[in-house]
């Protein structure tokens, strides 16, 4: 097709390509034969395009196009990027030296701007203003509001209109004090920028634009300008383009205008940038802005266009949908009142063939059927395949199950910053020098892939696995000085080796950022961290595409910090690097499958393929959830002239309606999400309702669906049967702690993983204080002060000595420490008064063994006393509710008598006699209410449950030997989950596949035991 030479030198010449023609392909079939002569032919054409990504598309659909024998050899077109600034994409090369435009100052560099700004804000605000990183992030909020009016044109002096500040003045009480701080903000920047001689990126953007278009008006080019794609509606790029369609050789090409739109309904869409009277607000509270076709009738309207003047681009590209498909695309996106249609429509008008409605269970299950679609659409020659998708963790998924087939999307979105290996190891050292090395990122740092990588790595890893079990448990206090103490625990008393040499090389690297002040100058604590990486890393931290990219994004911020005078609190640097890092992305410098493209919604507008999966299609994804200006009120923005938030609706539901027009597609969502379940979109909503449900049933996509749940079955694990480990006799020859008979006779098997396999649960990295950790601080304070000579009113300061050496958890310090010292004082009353009874301590945390049939049974007791009538009490300190005499009675809490045994048998040292009390004193609370209480699990006077004191030591023999008898000197089996009705530990519930085979408890019948041996 020619575009034809107009009657009249300003009639602009507008045209719009319908979604199933495909925009690509479609424009590239029509500009060949104008502009391919025997010369330069398509060199001479200038294209201006959205962003990079349409480019790429552009010069693909040019590469397609010259597959055709007679046009092989072209000269590709120049193209030029000068639209969405969503995308964020540079000007381009072709409009900054049109006319040497030397009186436009030049563009403020926006990292410089982002940190001023903070500055700024401290000072119109004073002592009210955010600190740290969160004045940086309010910074970069009114850095975006700044472009957002600039972008449209809006001058600051706008913003002190009388009919402005009339509506700041009815608003609500919030919005008033941010309008009022944002002004100040502003005013103090505009007049930086006087003084610097410099504009704010859009106000330069637009300067070029205005003056592009200025000098084309007067003096149009000798080479042919074709403006495509371009749908962002600023008022200066659309000034541009009614010049540009006004030009003898230029033309505009919009996207999926819809020309068949009843008038009716295109009146519906509102006013659309043109206020109904003079002063009014551009945009009324009745517009559209959620139809997909409202943000071209707001750029038709500021270019002065009618829809009328528009004319059909009557070229398809070679993978065209059927015509009827962009009839039923129009009917659905109708406004609310026009949808009413629906139920008349004829079903020629609705029908929406190979389109495909495929509702999965979950994300996993949506990604495997995505992953499956993609897979099957590349088993035939030449076929393309796009997932479009906002949600970025749906895309790393399909990413993943592509790989099992060797499949490399091409995913052009790439990854934020903070998610690669370099842009990671950056926020670590951050948060290490600013929380004081905590255990958490001190550990995922020093254990970084890109640590020591190579041959050190190994020797590197195994002292890092040394400080990780060290440090398991609760919090240390900050600093090196805590840690160089644990460590040198750990060595005793053998002098410096191999575990103190390597951590004296860590505290080299990693000790200076501990030493940083409190507040720094960003380019200083720049210089420290990446000092430490390298110190860590060497080249390697900057190398590849993320390397580069974290590099070139240190040295603008240093450079911008610098020039800035920026400080910042050390403990803010990592916030505050995330803040900043998370806008850029890492994209790899070659792509992946030549027919698999993954796109985001933006980027995916011009794109074509065979088949086009739109995925996540769910409410706050697609569309996304409408985010307000924090700073400005909609009613404002609303009559400055200003798109609300609802805005992006409009623009994610033509981005639908862009895909809506391939060939083939699939409209996948989930009913759920990662935690609950979720609603579809809005979007797909409105196509069940427009199909009908006959219809609706009949573009259903299950064969994906079934074959992704098949491949979950066929790689599921079968169910595993209930453990029943039969280690050989000498495997069984394993002593018996005090502690763990219960264990062996309610759970075998988890004292068959503690004593026999030696496996042990260990606590988390910074967790909270566990039972373990809080029984160890009890006893090691009433140790403490019985050893002390068990001094009345000492006991409370013990307990403050202990907890802040052992550093306490916050959580402890704050929920644990009070109910603590209470349940102590309780403690110290009693033991106070049992003295003047003649009650006395003779021994605490002492250690002791006998043996039984040949095994050896151990352990410590809390504390053993002499009372007065020289019998022996066993005490064992609980810091929750003590056992009941149930659980002793029916030998499932033996350790009192376990102690008993060994007492009387002369295996503690310095202890003599014939132990008859056995007592538990809990430190939880009592039914009193007050923390502190002693029971004795003997069945006498009027107790239920329990052991008869006479009986206490030979039942619990009986107990003990039974067990010895069949699991250590016998052949039972050590069956996991004996008694499931004895609560216990479950330390091993993971390995011994709980959930697996716990079912089966119910009476069903249970997969085939299995034996395993260790």
Known sequence: MSIPTPQKARQPKVYSIPAHHGFADALVAGLVPRYSDPDLGLARLTLLLPSQRAARTITEAFVRAGTDAAHKGMLLPRMVVVGDLDLDEALGSLLDPVGAAEHLPPAVDKTRRWLRLAEIIGMVEGEAAPKGAARLRRAAEVAATIDRLAVEGIAPDHLLADPVVALVGDQAEHWRQSTLAFLKIQTHWRAELEVRGEVDPPVRRNGLFDHAAAIWRDNPPPFPIVAAGVTSASPSLARLLRVVSEMPQGAVVLPDLDLT????????????????????????????????????????????????????????????????????????????????????????????????????????????????????????????????????????RVVAHLQRWGIQADDTAGRALPQTAPGRLLLLLAEVAGEGAPPVPLVALLGHPLVRRGEPRRAWLEQLRRLDLALRGPRPAAGMEPIRALIARIEGKSGPAQFSAWWAEVETIVGPLLALPEDAPLADLLDAIIAAGEALCGEDLWNEAAGRSLAGFVDDLRLGALAEGTVLPRRDLAAALRLAMDGVAVRPPWGGHPRVAIYGLLEARMTRSDLVICGGLTEGNWPGSPSPDPLLPPAVLRHLGVPGAEFRIGLAAHDLAGCLGAPEVVLSWARRDEGSPVIPSRFVLRVQAMLGEELARKHREETALVLARDIDVANAVPPHPRPQPMPDAQQRLVDIPVTALDRLRADPYQFYAQAILGLRKLDLLDGPPSAAWRGTAVHEILDIWHKAGARQGQLIPTAHQVLDKMSA?????????????????????????????????????????????????????????????????????????????????????????????????????????????????SLARSKEGTFGFSQEPVLEGRKKSGIPRDEFLEKTQDFLCEAIAKYLLGSEPFTALLRPDIKGYNDYDQLMRLDEWIGWLGGEEAPEAEDENA
């Open 261 to 396: 739109l009843d008038d009716e309904v295109w009146d519906e869409l509102g006013r659309a940038g043109v206020a109904d009277a003079a002063g009014g607000a551009p945009f009324g509270r009745e517009d559209a802005p959620t139809h997909p076709q409202y943000h071209l009738k707001l750029l038709l309207n500021r270019m002065s266009v009618a829809r009328g003047e528009v004319a059909p681009w009557h070229r398809a590209g070679p993978s065209a949908a059927p015509p009827e498909r962009s009839r039923a695309i129009s009917n659905l996106f109708l406004p609310p009142r026009a949808s009413a249609r629906w139920v008349d429509l004829p079903e020629r008008q609705r029908r929406m063939s190979a389109v495909r409605l495929m509702e999965s269970e979950h994300p996993g299950h949506e990604a495997q059927a995505i992953a499956i679609l993609i897979r099957e659409a590349l088993e035939q020659p030449e076929r393309r395949v796009a997932l479009v998708t906002p949600n970025r963790g749906l895309a790393a």
């Open 809 to 921: 958890h916050p959580l402890a310090r704050s929920l644990w420490r009070p109910r603590l010292l209470a349940a102590l004082e309780w403690v110290e009353a009693e033991i106070v008064k049992q003295r003047a009874e003649g009650r006395k301590v003779l021994a605490t945390e002492v250690r002791g063994d006998m043996h039984i049939d040949g095994i050896r049974i151990h352990g410590r007791a809390d504390r053993i006393d002499m009372m007065p009538d020289d019998s022996l009490a066993v005490v064992d300190y609980k810091t929750g509710t003590p056992p009941s005499g149930k659980m002793v009675q029916e030998g499932f809490a033996l350790q009192l008598g376990l102690i008993g045994m060994i007492a009387q048998s002369g295996g503690f040292d310095d202890v003599a006699g014939d132990p008859r009390h056995f007592e538990y004193w």
